[in-house]
């Protein structure tokens, strides 16, 4: 997990929780604390976006070497390297 959570995000979720706590000690158990537990759920939303959205640009990157991998192992589909023009369907 470690490698999807920047040092950044670590740094907004210190921050976030020392806040939340400090407005907790300091303004008590009040209505505003509805407020300050909101803007820390949207801080812990977004980070959880942040992470799910790595994990998938991630595969989608492995995914790709992966058909890349495969259209270099078959240079002979590639019309264009061989000096061919792409042939249509009723030609093959």
């Known amino acids: ?5 920047d040092l950044n995000s670590l740094i ?10 400090i407005a907790l000690f300091v ?4 209505h505003d604390m509805l407020l ?6 949207v801080s812990i939303k977004l980070i959880m ?3 799910k959205h790595r994990v998938y640009i ?7 070497q992966e058909i890349k991998g495969l259209i ?4 002979a589909l590639l ?3 061989t000096g061919q023009s792409p042939r249509s369907p009723q030609q093959r």
């Open 1 to 5: 997990m470690s490698k999807h959570i």
């Open 12 to 21: 907004i979720i210190f921050i976030t929780f020392l806040l939340f706590f």
């Open 27 to 30: 303004k008590g158990l009040t």
């Open 36 to 41: 300050e537990a909101g803007v820390l759920v």
């Open 49 to 51: 976006m942040a992470y």
């Open 58 to 64: 991630d595969d989608l990157k492995e995914e790709l």
């Open 72 to 75: 270099i192992q078959q240079p």
């Open 79 to 81: 019309p264009a390297e």
